[in-house]
């Protein structure tokens, strides 16, 4: 069993900033056997990766956030944060932390032009935190 608890979220105004964060805990989580991401789910849609990285460090994100949006592992402290800048209204969701075992992770490849192919995660594999709101206003 894996455990996750959020903090972090709110309400702030377009162009702002904000920080999640997710600590991770549990009798089988191993920070060197498990990639953790961010999803979100917005009013209505369903849920997406916003951001994944692997256990070998590598991350990659979401088109609509690239750029705007850091993923940050520690591995000392076991945590995960999320920092969120410049946002827009339609980053307004439920965002919420995951982990799962590498076997259900995939992507993180080189690519022959630079960068990585996109991590995906089968969420039949993952473990949620509670998820944490954030609002963006116009």
């Known amino acids: 069993q894996v455990r996750l608890v959020e903090s972090g979220g709110g309400s702030v105004q377009a162009g702002g900033s904000l920080r999640l964060s997710c600590a991770a805990s549990?009798?089988?989580?191993?920070?060197?056997?498990?990639?953790m991401a961010w999803f979100r789910q917005a009013e209505g849609k369903g849920r997406e990766a916003v951001a994944i990285v692997d256990n070998d460090g590598i991350t990659t994100y979401a088109e609509a956030v690239k750029g705007r949006f850091i993923l940050a592992r520690d591995n000392v402290k076991n945590t995960l944060s999320l920092q969120m800048n410049d946002l827009k209204p339609e980053d307004s969701a439920m965002y919420y932390c995951a982990a799962a075992h590498k076997l259900y992770c995939s992507g993180g490849d080189s690519l022959p032009g630079g960068g990585y192919s996109r991590h995906t995660i089968d969420e039949r594999g993952a473990y949620w935190g509670q998820g944490t709101r954030v609002t963006v206003s116009s």
């Open positions: 549990g009798p089988t989580y191993n920070r060197y056997r498990y990639c």
